[in-house]
């Protein structure tokens, strides 16, 4: 009897032993198909993950392209309409300009907003958004500048041949449309229009003439002379005189007759002197009577001629602000010197044009900058000559453009010799005929005019001249960005 009960307990603990191994199999059964539901769960929603971000980059990187294409697009139509900045709706006054929205089929749209050039400025600033249809909500936004180069890209610009002397100095890149004679020295690209010419005796050459490169001389800088190189031509890029009067009658400053008003008809018997003031003002002064005439060189620089050009007396005709368009053309003979600010150009001429009525530019005293950034730029139009007379400065510095339309940018030879010591020009010299500070004997040595000359480049001219100044060339990429929602640029 005892050993049939032991027995039957021995069953019963084993069956119970079963059981529980039984239900612990379950447990463990359940917790690990648990965790791989869960794993296999984060597994999926990892990978839906994945797809989901898989395909907002791939949006992304096509609304980086579309947005790319939108500057290609507005590039085009700059390149057939430099002045088209609205999309061809014809939409003025606006700033930015746009949006202007084009449809890619099946792929998506970009929309552009174009911000005009601003006064003293050629960059139109182009911001295209891409967005993909797909995935609306992933789109990237590109700005681009993109500029004309203005005549003021060269530090030196002339329509004939050249001399520099062992004193003078050109920083920046030059060109002439003639050959070159470099005695000085250069720290940036000469080039020159012709392989050969001839040199005559006014650049030290003997009296029959001399077959010479396109650059050569005792100067430095070798390497940075280029020749022959592409004629700039001076018809295409002179200024339009007649539009820059308009401009002066439309928002900028026409000064005529006894003042600033062209309306009145008629010019000043003399001219006028304007002199700029730091505070972003300028006297305007009629002249009424010059010092006596000194001999010198006429305007073709063939014989002597009796000029009066120094100011002897002058009324005063008021104090004016810069106007608004940077425009002020001068219906007269102009004198000009003080400190600029702001940006400004200033014409002088009468028209319509006749050789024996144009207008020239003195520039009686330093003319500078406030401060030699972008926020200062000067341009000088004379319809014939810009002249630095024989009583200016003996260490004269001029900032700003200088364009000789039709004449010579030049300090005139005079019978009566002033030997001076220093002309510095910061910004940049277009002469159409032969320019000169300094006058030579063949052998190098100074007899009038200034022993040392300077023109420095101003690199903000290139795509920030002064208002309205002429351009040459197509639209030039400056720079591409891309910027976040609602980021300024």
């Known amino acids: 009897m005892a050993a049939n009960s032991k027995h039957f307990m021995l069953l019963k603990a084993k069956k119970y032993f079963l059981k529980s191994q039984n239900g612990g199999i379950l447990i463990i059964t359940l917790l690990f198909t648990t965790v791989f539901v869960i794993i296999g769960g984060g597994l999926l929603s990892l990978i839906v993950q994945q797809q989901k971000l898989y395909r907002v980059q791939k ?49 998506g749209q970009f929309s552009l907003e174009i911000t005009p050039p601003q006064t003293g400025s050629t960059v139109v600033k182009i911001k295209s958004t891409g967005t993909i249809d797909e995935q609306p909500n992933a789109s990237r936004a590109v700005v681009a500048r993109y500029g004309i180069p203005s005549l003021a890209r060269y530090s030196f610009l002339t329509n004939n041949n050249v001399w520099f002397g062992q004193n003078e100095t050109v920083v920046g890149p030059m060109h002439s449309n003639g050959g070159i004679r470099m005695d000085g020295s250069n720290n940036s690209i000469l080039t020159s229009a012709q392989e050969t010419y001839t040199c005559w005796p006014e650049h030290g050459c003997s009296s029959g003439g001399q077959t010479k490169p396109g650059i050569w001389g005792t100067g430095g800088g070798y390497a940075l002379w280029q020749f022959p190189e592409t004629n700039v031509d001076f018809n295409a890029i002179s200024a339009d005189l007649a539009d820059i009067k308009e401009m002066a009658e439309d928002g900028g400053i026409c000064i005529g007759g006894g ?65 608004g368009n940077g425009i002020i053309f001068v219906e007269g003979n102009l004198w000009v010197d003080g400190v600029v600010s702001g940006k400004i150009t200033v014409a002088a001429a009468k028209l319509p044009g006749n050789p024996n ?24 139009i004379a319809q014939n000559n810009i002249w630095v007379p024989r009583y200016a400065p003996t260490d004269l510095t001029i900032d700003g453009v200088l364009v000789a339309q039709n004449g010579r940018v030049a300090r005139n030879y005079y019978s009566s010799h002033r030997i001076t010591e220093r002309i510095e020009n910061y910004g940049s010299i277009v002469t159409n005929k032969v320019w000169t500070w300094t006058w030579v004997t063949g052998l190098g040595t100074v007899v009038d005019g200034y022993q040392n000359t300077v023109f420095i480049y101003d690199p903000n001219l290139k795509f920030g001249p002064p208002p309205s100044f002429p351009t040459s060339g197509e639209y030039e990429f400056i720079s591409w960005e891309e910027i976040m929602p609602g980021e300024s640029y």
């Not at 009577?289 to 002897?312: D, H, P, V």
């Not at 009525?357 to 341009?379: F, H, M, P, Q, V």
């Open 59 to 107: 949006a992304k990187a096509q609304a980086l392209h579309v947005a790319e294409a939108g500057l290609n697009y507005y590039r085009w139509i700059l390149a057939h309409n430099p002045n088209d900045y609205a999309d061809g709706t014809g939409e003025t006054g606006c700033n930015p300009c746009g949006p202007y929205i084009h449809d890619i089929t099946d792929i």
């Open 259 to 323: 003042g600033p008003d062209c309306s009145t008809g008629g010019t000043s018997n003399i001219g006028f002197q304007i002199t700029f003031l730091s505070d972003g003002t300028f006297n305007l002064y009629r002249i009424t009577q010059l010092k006596s005439c000194l001999w010198q060189l006429n305007e073709s620089w063939q014989s002597w001629q009796c000029i009066a050009e120094e100011i002897q007396n002058k009324t005063a005709v008021g104090n004016f602000s810069m106007p």
């Open 357 to 380: 009525t144009y207008k020239n530019i003195r520039i009686n005293g330093d003319l500078t900058y406030a401060a030699r950034d972008s926020n200062n730029s000067l341009g000088l």
